[in-house]
Each structure stands twice: as C-alpha cells, then as structure tokens.
C-alpha cells in the first residue's frame, strides 16, 4: 500500500495547456453566447491558483455533451465561453456540472452552477435537496458591467463554502 496524495498542484502540465477547451460551444452551437468566470478560494478567502475546473453541461435543447477544462490563474480565477445551457429533459433547472480539483483534495468536488433568475430553480429536484439557506452557493449571478458574463465563486470550506454533492 501506498500513502494517499493529494490530486495537486500539477495540472499546468499538458491537462489544461490547450485554451480551447475554455470554449463548450462550437462557433455553430445555438443558443445565448455567455461567459461563465469562475474564481475558485480557500477557506480564508484567498485565490487558488493551482486548480483546475472541469465542465459538464447541456446544449440549448437540454442535450449533454459540452465539456471544457481550465487552470485556474494567479487570482484563482478561469473564463469559459459557452452557451447558455437549456433544461434537461429530466425537468432540472439550466445548470452546470462542475468538478474542482486542487491541492489538498484526496478526490475531486462536485457542484453545480445554477443561474440567478431562472424560473425553474423552485422546481429543481436536485437544488431542492439543499437547505435552503445554502442555495446561494449554487447561483452564479450576472456581471452588472458584462452582461453576457456570469461570475461563479467556489469557495472550498469556510464561511460561504460552496455546497458540494457526493456523486
């Protein structure tokens, strides 16, 4: 047997070299060109520089099939440029399926990224098994200057931490 490790930090290296897989959606893809910026933060608040996001999510018609992967950057921060997800066919709310992985972490976390204002949020099932004082942590929220930009914080414990599912 071996000791258990850490899952980073080493993703600069080939797993996150290509920028393209920032982008979800082909220049084809239909549907609302949206940004999605992630800024992923440590319990104290401070940026993790060293981490890595993978997206999950569907296409307009609520299809799955958008991948992407980023590093995250000296602020801790990643922008993907995708399309902004239809419901899926199983009558969840628009959302996106995100794994973090960062230093510290035996295995990765997974989250979702819901977006502020859907009409559908009330209905979600999955957002429903949440409390409800911890749905925030779920919502991404449009930039007020940027409005084709949502801003998504995850925050890995602490005050605010981000609620993350066992999947």
């Known amino acids: 047997m071996s000791p258990s490790q850490t899952i980073g930090p080493f993703f600069h290296f080939c797993l996150t070299a290509d920028s393209a897989l920032g982008s979800l959606a082909g220049p ?8 999605l910026r992630f800024r992923l933060l440590d319990g104290d608040g401070a940026p993790v520089p060293d981490g890595m996001l993978e997206l999950w999510q569907a296409d307009t018609a609520g299809q799955y099939g958008g991948f992407g992967r980023l590093a ?5 921060v990643c922008l993907f ?3 902004y997800p239809g419901r899926a066919p ?9 794994s973090v992985f960062a230093r510290g972490l035996l295995d990765r976390l997974c989250t979702r990224v819901y977006f502020e204002g859907d009409p559908a ?3 979600d099932p999955v957002l429903a098994l949440v409390p409800e004082d911890r749905r ?15 801003n998504f914080d995850i925050r890995l414990q602490g005050e605010q931490e981000t609620v993350f599912f066992d999947i």
Do not use: F, M, N, P
Not at 28 to 35: L, N, P, Q, V, Y
Not at 140 to 149: G, K, M, N, V
């Open 81 to 83: 440029d995708t399309v």
């Open 136 to 150: 925030q942590t779920l919502i991404a929220r449009r930039d007020a200057e940027d409005r084709a930009q949502w």
């Open 121 to 123: 949020l009330d209905g």
């Open 90 to 98: 199983d009558g969840k709310a628009s959302h996106i399926s995100v």
């Open 28 to 35: 084809d893809a239909k549907g609302e060109r949206i940004r």
């Open 72 to 76: 995250t950057d000296s602020d801790g």
